[in-house]
């Protein structure tokens, strides 16, 4: 027996293509009469930038600006998914009725992604996947590859249809 499908854990970059992937997100939580957790992550700003700066900038007052900064891009991203979510409720899509939570974390995006389906308690997990091509993948790695390696849950990655797709996180 298949288990039931009850949360879905949403993963999104704020791509065009993780805008496109949120529509399989919706189809299979009307579906399955599943709530969706939304989830960005932001990347934290690395080692190598607070070192070359320490020695220009005060590192509390740099610090305090830092958290400033993550905290304003937060609530962008907050209002950039929930504006989405409004504009496809008008397209008879019950987006907002379907999400449960908008998660915005700082981190790497494979563990906060693993570390959030597994404290939300989530099913499925939902990835668009840029398909960079071969040589870009095999340096650079992929979010939805490490993720799908690294879980128990089953993971439905979506690639970037062909052509093109009048769905995006942009404002109109």
Not at 21 to 31: C, I, K, S
């Amino acid at each position: 027996m298949t288990p039931q499908i009850k949360k879905i854990l949403y993963a999104t970059d704020l791509t065009k293509n993780s805008a496109f992937a949120f529509q399989y997100a919706l189809d299979m939580a009307l579906e399955h009469g599943a709530k969706i957790v939304i989830l960005h992550v932001v990347e934290p700003i690395p080692p190598m930038v607070k070192h070359y700066v320490k020695g220009f900038v005060d590192e509390i007052k740099w610090e305090e600006k830092i958290q400033y900064e993550q905290q304003v891009a937060v609530d962008q991203i907050k209002h950039r998914i929930a504006a989405f979510c409004e504009r496809q409720a008008n397209l008879c899509l019950p987006c907002l009725e379907l999400v449960s939570a908008t998660l915005v974390r700082i981190g790497h995006p494979v563990d906060e992604i693993l570390k959030a389906a597994d404290e939300e308690a989530c099913d499925l997990l939902i990835l668009g996947t840029h398909g960079k091509g071969f040589l870009k993948h095999t340096f650079l790695g992929s979010v939805a590859r490490s993720v799908s390696d690294r879980t128990r849950k089953p993971v439905f990655i979506v690639p970037l249809p062909e052509g093109d797709t009048d769905v995006s996180f942009e404002e109109i």
